[in-house]
């Protein structure tokens, strides 16, 4: 059961490839741009992680959903593939969004 958060993650990123694919919203649509937005967006997030996790602020929260393999001190593998979640989500949300508005 270790592993299980992160098997979700890879759900969930499967069904943002899905999307986007489907759509063309994001990858599909640039793919070179889109790589360098995503890997600055994750890039930010985890430097703020980091930042947090240095000033004492963030923690590693104790689960048996989680692998237990930490990146860096109180840095869990599974939050760069949160972070990629994230940052994928909200792009393909935006490109999504700024076709609606074009329609409208």
């Not at 969930?12 to 640039?30: E, I, N, S």
């Not at 600055?40 to 992680?49: I, K, Q, S, Y």
Request: overall charge positive; aromatic content about 16%; some cysteine.
């Amino acid at each position: 059961m270790g592993i299980l958060y992160l098997v979700a993650l890879f759900i969930a990123l499967f069904g943002m490839v899905m999307l986007d694919r489907r759509f063309r919203l994001f990858f599909w649509a640039d793919a070179r741009r889109a790589a360098i937005v995503l890997m600055a967006g994750v890039v930010f997030f985890l430097v703020w992680d980091l930042l947090g996790i240095g000033l004492g602020i963030f923690f590693r929260g104790e689960t048996a959903f989680m692998t237990g393999l930490q990146v860096a001190p109180e840095l869990p593998l599974e939050e760069i593939f949160f972070l990629t979640l994230l940052c994928y989500l909200t792009m393909n949300l935006f490109a999504a969004a700024g076709r609606v508005r074009v329609r409208s």
